[in-house]
């Protein structure tokens, strides 16, 4: 007979083994159910705003049994919410935050008609830049796609400020440094110019602080427009500026392939 291991310990806690795989972390269940973040988790656990089964819990690390714990917050309990992946064209000018403390506009303002709470950005654009910008409210699929590991490619057109020549888009390629830090694409390549400006398709396999910009500058190049074209294999098409839509069930199959996801689940 196979003899079965006993749960392993950690920090005093049980740990769940693969046959409990409905046991997850306090703040991992708010983040599966599509409620928030595992760190606004955190924070709603510490100011004591959660129970579990009627009781007030105060600790992120405790475990629960997602298929017979009633979660709740604030007083409501929180079910399991529909699955939602859109896509935007963010349009020049808008901030990659929910609310922000200057007032500026922000990309929430596109979302205005979406009736789905709790839906994310899955990572960010600047305020100057433009383009494919995802929203869910799916934390594992948003952590997949932008976990350096899985290597999710995006693509971006950029217009910088001179006719770029093959040298300077084979050391975006090779590597420059800014800041001493060491930022490279995976392909640089020109698309058209004109006598005094280009346009060039950037591909990039992480997503480092404004790392299309840093480069140009460390190449003395400025950046006029910075367009993100494409995530994985979902391009932004033809969507109209400002403009959001459902992503179809090819789509989100592709991106979840691409995040080396195994399963799929239904759009809403």
Partial sequence: MRERRAPQRQNGRTKPGAAESKRVTLPRALSKLGYCSRTQAEKLIADGRVTVNGRTVLDS?????????????????????????????????????RHDPEGRPTV???????????????GRLDKASEGLLLFTNDTVFAQALLDPVTHVTKTYHVQVDRVMEPDMLAEMAYGVRHDGELLKATAATLLRQGERNS??????????????????????????RLVRVAIGDLKLGDLPKGAVRALTEAELKALRRRAGMETTKRTR
């Fill in 61 to 97: 690390a405790a475990w629960i049994d997602l298929s017979s714990a009633t979660i709740a917050v604030d007083g409501s309990d929180v079910a399991a919410e529909p699955m939602t992946y859109l896509m935007l064209n963010k349009p020049r000018g808008l901030v990659t935050t």
């Fill in 199 to 224: 346009w060039i398709e950037v591909e990039l396999d992480e997503g480092r602080n404004r790392q299309i910009r840093r480069m140009l500058e460390a190449l003395g190049t400025e950046c006029l």
């Fill in 108 to 122: 929430f303002d596109c979302l205005k008609d979406v009736d789905t709470p709790h839906l994310s950005p899955v």
